[in-house]
């Protein structure tokens, strides 16, 4: 395999899996979620080996350094060796543990009686 100097940054993360299509890689870029040295990239940004990348995707900040370009997606075990996770711990405990509650209802169950609403409400007021 040919070592790849520059590759396009939208291709790059779509390749290694951190996004799931090349379209939300590039509106990611598009929508400045993609940030390098705290400068927003556009989808054409010729990536480099050794950037670290900045990106926010659905409320989660990833801290992502580049080890190696490639072209074409790969498997996840390959694709996790091209780039080192600089993520901070505080921020992954942020994921594991979301802060944004809300309520489940049992698919069948209906719609809440009025006793059940009361309990609910009263349920909110107790979190605030």
Not at 43 to 57: D, F, R
Request: proline share 4%; glycine share 6%.
């Amino acid at each position: 395999m040919s070592e790849i100097q520059k590759i396009r940054i939208d291709k790059w993360l779509w390749s290694v899996r951190l996004y799931k299509t090349r379209t939300l890689a590039t509106e990611a870029c598009d929508a400045g979620k993609i940030k390098i040295d705290g400068t927003s990239v556009k989808p054409s940004y010729m990536l480099k080996i050794g950037q670290t990348i900045h990106l926010n995707k659905q409320g989660e900040k990833w801290t992502i350094k580049v080890l190696q370009l490639i072209e074409k997606r790969v498997g996840a075990p390959i694709a996790a060796t091209c780039y080192e996770d600089l993520t901070p711990e505080t921020e992954k405990n942020k994921l594991k543990f979301p802060a944004v509650f809300y309520e489940v209802r049992d698919k069948g169950s209906g719609r809440p009686t009025k006793k059940d609403r009361r309990e609910i409400d009263k349920f909110k007021e107790m979190e605030d």
